[in-house]
């Protein structure tokens, strides 16, 4: 099964509003990065966020990270709708490679 | 700078006819990646090359086999192409496989459909 799991499944938002998207996984991790990929295209990089850290801004992007949870969430501030797209996350565990969560598809209605 | 470049971007195969995906990253790369996405199953590893001259296998490398030519390249191989493989193929690459703040970077992707 996959370590980490997004949640919710599919998102729909306002254009301006908020969106959250939350990410639990299972095993002790180096750390969690969050990825975007747009409709027809690879992931690209959003933010990484080490397991000694709680919390890490990127422009709009804030993600936080509960370790005893082993839970994660992005929040996208003031969203638009090139933000619309599918965000994973995947983590990082200690001695491994990255494992990618099923994603979370956002669509911000204009 | 390209990044990763994968070809080709789009691939009809019959079944049992084989094919080749390349894969060519220009960062200097050590470690590279090939993944298949699936609807709702998000990116499941096939096979990965942490390092020059090494391969293994990840979460579903059945029916398929890897060559990591150089440290630039990487390529997957479908020798027998079944129904079950019609996907969306990505390779990665990144710094190194494990440790320290790597990132993963993809190309755009293989849509393969096996008829």
């Known amino acids: 099964s996959q370590q980490g799991e997004e949640d919710p499944q599919a998102l729909s938002i306002q254009e301006g509003e908020n969106a959250t998207m939350n990410c639990s996984y299972k095993?002790?991790?180096?750390?969690l990065q969050w990825y975007r990929q747009n409709s027809g295209r690879g992931l690209v990089h959003l933010i990484l966020?080490?397991?000694?850290?709680r919390e890490k801004h990127s422009g709009r992007l804030r993600v936080t990270l509960d370790t005893s949870k082993k839970s994660s969430s992005l929040l996208i501030t003031a969203s638009r709708a090139a933000d619309t797209a599918s965000y994973f996350c995947a983590t990082v565990p200690y001695g491994q490679n990255f494992v990618f969560g099923p994603g979370t598809r956002l669509s911000v209605l204009p | 700078n390209a990044g990763v470049t994968q070809t080709p971007k789009f691939q009809v195969l019959k079944t049992g006819q084989s094919m080749t995906l390349q894969c060519a990253q220009d960062m200097n790369h050590n470690s590279m990646y090939w993944y298949r996405q699936d609807p709702g199953m998000g990116l499941r590893l096939i096979y990965y090359s942490a390092s020059e001259g090494t391969t293994d296998k990840g979460e579903v490398p059945n029916g398929y086999n890897v060559s990591r030519l150089n440290k630039r390249e990487f390529s997957l191989r479908l020798e027998s192409a079944a129904p079950s493989q019609t996907s969306v193929y990505f390779c990665?690459?990144?710094?190194?496989?494990?440790?320290?703040?790597?990132?993963?970077?993809f190309g755009q992707g293989t849509r393969l459909t096996v008829v």
């Open positions: 990665a690459s990144s710094e190194a496989w494990s440790g320290g703040d790597t990132e993963a970077f």
């Open positions: 095993t002790s991790i180096n750390n």
């Open positions: 966020i080490r397991s000694n850290e």
